[in-house]
């Protein structure tokens, strides 16, 4: 419990899929954990038993559900399911790697790659909308639980917003940190906002097979 009020947030992406490992973008569409990402939900609700977690949050998407449920099971916690933590929707483009995209929709890929904020893929959803519903998700389940700790665990699109809003960070600035699989980020909420306290924190996972970090964000667009 914090002792000034704030809200202690564990901030986790869901474990590893068969479209994680494929490079395929997966945005809302409901993929499961593979083998390695339901291994990854066991160390993480392992790892996360002493951590005193008050209320378990998650998107109704089943990579993130499945991650989410392994930790309820360990803690007994209920699990909250709030569609407002899913993905971004990517419209056309979900089901498909960077390479097929690129070659699809050139001028749509590179306003993806270059982080337009008012880009959103033919079907899919703005950027900004994106960022202004993850965010506003995140702020929601904190101020339900002023001085308690609260485990999130949703998407790799949805930290990175998380992320940007809590450094100050622009929508188009080039992601320079991790959104690696179950791994763990931690955050303080005040009402000033976010602050990043750790992150990307991935100790429990040593030994699994790692993966590059979040595959529904585009490599930046060459100058």
């Known amino acids: 419990m914090s002792l000034d009020g704030s809200t202690r947030i564990l901030a986790i992406r869901h474990g590893e899929t068969a479209w994680n490992r494929e490079a395929r973008i997966q945005g809302q569409l409901d993929i499961p954990l593979n083998e390695t990402g339901q291994a990854q939900a066991q160390r993480l609700a392992l790892a996360l038993l002493d951590e005193g ?93 002023p001085g308690q700790t609260v485990a999130v665990v949703t998407h790799g699109g949805v930290l990175d917003c998380l992320r940007r809003a809590a450094s100050r960070q622009s929508l188009s600035a080039v992601r320079s940190w991790k959104l690696g699989n179950a791994a763990i980020n931690r955050l303080l ?19 699994l097979l790692p993966l590059a970090s979040n595959q529904d964000e585009p490599k930046p667009a060459r100058a």
Do not use: C, K, M
């Open 53 to 145: 977690i008050d209320a378990l949050y998650a998107s109704d998407l089943s990579r993130a559900r499945q991650t989410a449920a392994a930790l309820a099971a360990q803690t007994g916690l209920d699990l909250r399911l709030d569609a407002q933590l899913r993905e971004r929707s990517f419209g056309v483009f979900e089901g498909h790697s960077w390479p097929e995209i690129a070659a699809r929709w050139p001028a749509q890929s590179e306003a993806w790659r270059r982080r337009d904020a008012d880009f959103g893929a033919p079907g899919g959803e703005v950027l900004q909308d994106f960022y202004s519903r993850s965010v506003a998700a995140f702020e929601r389940v904190a101020r339900a639980h």
């Open 189 to 207: 909420y005040s009402p000033e906002g976010f602050t990043v306290v750790g992150w990307n924190d991935e100790f429990h996972l040593d030994g």
